[in-house]
């Protein structure tokens, strides 16, 4: 059983309403830590110490069955965003070749804009998502290959 998200949503609330920087909480042998590095950067993170944690709360990538692909995966329940403002160009594009740490799309969650950057470095193959699609947690937002 993960932690609910409701209690983490809780936690992310109290972290912005006050001057800490980091929330760490521990159930059993589930954990999690939330912390800015500044007013408008909001970091999730499971300690990888941590056994049985079925949802890493942090920017996922995995494997898919296409050979050489990797995948982004939302790190959150929010709405997906392929650009900084509707008068912007997207992030990134299908064809487009990309570095790890580059911003490729945004997931608002709670009226909060969560930047999602790449784990990988390739080319764009496919974005899954349609701009302004609510996603899932760990849902397939865009595969590299």
């Not at 109290?14 to 954990?31: C, K, P, R, W």
Request: with cysteine.
């Amino acid at each position: 059983m993960s932690m609910d998200i409701r209690k983490i949503k809780k936690l992310i609330e109290m972290l912005q309403e006050s001057d800490l920087t980091e929330i760490e909480v521990t159930e059993g042998e589930e954990a999690v830590r939330i912390s800015r590095k500044s007013s408008n950067d909001v970091v999730i993170e499971t300690p990888a110490s941590v056994k049985n944690v079925e949802a890493k709360v942090a920017t996922d990538a995995k494997k898919t069955s296409i050979s050489n692909s990797k995948t982004i995966t939302s790190p959150i329940v929010g709405t997906f965003y392929r650009r900084p403002a509707p008068d912007k160009d997207p992030y990134v594009k299908v064809g487009d070749v990309i570095d790890a740490g580059q911003i490729v799309c945004i997931v608002e969650a709670m009226k909060m804009m969560n930047e999602i950057k790449s784990e990988f470095s390739g080319k764009i193959v496919s974005i899954e998502v349609e701009d302004g699609e609510p996603v899932q947690f760990s849902q397939d937002l865009i595969t590299l290959e």
